[in-house]
């Protein structure tokens, strides 16, 4: 089985990202979590190291500067660089978010059977979704990137429950630093650097699965006791609408549960459906 490197950007709420560790530590025991704690929340810095503190948990001591619909991937990549300068042993990076819980165990099982994992949507500027947009098309950044890869055009894709080997992520970090700052970039970077270098290599014959998270803020569905059920359970489809503007998701519509570990979202407080996954970690 491949041990798994969980990159998990926060900004708020330390005592739910203590859950979110016990989560993963529960179904995905032996990982290491990496946190990244947001510059403007930088002030809570002691709170999170307080509630989490775990052997297996590092806190990047950098803080990056953060903005909402702006790009997080320099977040992951400061986590992935952190915890290879700490000697963390890993095979596979897990980019994850806060408001994200596993549900089933089996993960790095099915991890090991795949390079990657990851979510590919060409640039069709005939579509609605937001983040196909001309301005980052014609970016100069952008362009260069594309060049470096001998791609005509960008993909996009979920960026929850991407995961990569480390000779893949380690390719993504090289690209990204060589044309983007590890910063805010304007757009979100997490759906479209991996996802392009994804499909450069799955132009050359790279198998890839799909994410490993089930979101509903891109279709009509919503995350239900009942749902993570039929998740756990791994078999049927689920049906749903696309809601306007958004990116389709890679999960509805098909027969792809059992590839299906982690559900966003949760919100980060206690509720129902945080208390329901709770009692399945038992």
Known sequence: MDKLLFSLPVHEMPEIVRDQIENINYFCPGSYICIHVSAGSAHLMEDFRRH???ENVFINPISYKTEWNSGLLHTHIGNYLYALERGASFKKIVLMSSNELLV???LEEYVSQYAMGCHTQIYDITADWGGFRTDVAS???MRNFLESLKMPCFFAGQAEGQFYSNQIFSRIVRHYVSYFPMAPCGF????????????SLGACGINYALPIT???YCTSILISPELIDQVRLGKGTLFARRVPRSLRSPHVNLSVLDKVFSVK???RKDCELRRYVRSLMT
């Open 265 to 267: 979202r949760v919100p």
């Open 139 to 141: 970016d100069q950044r």
């Open 52 to 54: 989490c503190d775990f």
């Open 104 to 106: 089933k165990h089996g």
């Open 188 to 199: 979100n970077t997490e759906e479209v650097i991996p996802p392009t270098v994804a499909a």
């Open 214 to 216: 089930l979101c509903d």
